[in-house]
């Protein structure tokens, strides 16, 4: 039986699923202390325990997308924040390549943010 997280992926439609894959993908690649968890019925990402990202599809749309937890402390015009007050997401057009430098360096934002020297 497969875990609640791995179904989410497994029940999207191609190319939708392909590209959540791949992102699921570089996520997990950025940092060893980023873990996928299921929290709140959609797969979270957190870096040491503590929520950074997500993935989700929209669905008026019919596309993908990363949601940043902390987003409104990142400033990309690639990130769009909508009616959200704190986070901001990034939509993916599943039928085209992924933006992969842009994800990685939005990535590398996301995980200054938890890491105590940014703080201080």
């Known amino acids: 039986m497969l875990r609640d997280i791995d179904n ?7 190319p939708i699923k392909s590209c959540l ?8 690649a950025q940092d060893n202390d980023i873990t ?4 709140y019925r959609m797969p979270f990402f957190c870096y040491k325990g503590k929520m950074c990202c997500y993935l989700w599809v929209d669905k008026k749309r019919q596309c993908p997308y990363l949601g940043i937890v902390e987003g409104d ?3 990309h015009t690639d990130l769009i924040k909508e009616k959200r007050s704190r986070m901001k997401i990034m ?3 599943a039928n085209d390549d992924l933006p992969v430098q842009t994800i990685e360096y939005i ?3 996301v995980i200054a943010l938890y890491q105590p020297e940014a703080r201080s």
């Open 8 to 14: 989410f992926y497994m029940v999207q439609d191609e």
């Open 21 to 28: 894959l791949a992102l699921r993908s570089m996520i997990l």
């Open 73 to 75: 402390k990142i400033e």
């Open 36 to 39: 996928a968890v299921w929290k």
């Open 107 to 109: 990535l590398k934002q």
């Open 91 to 93: 939509l993916f057009d």
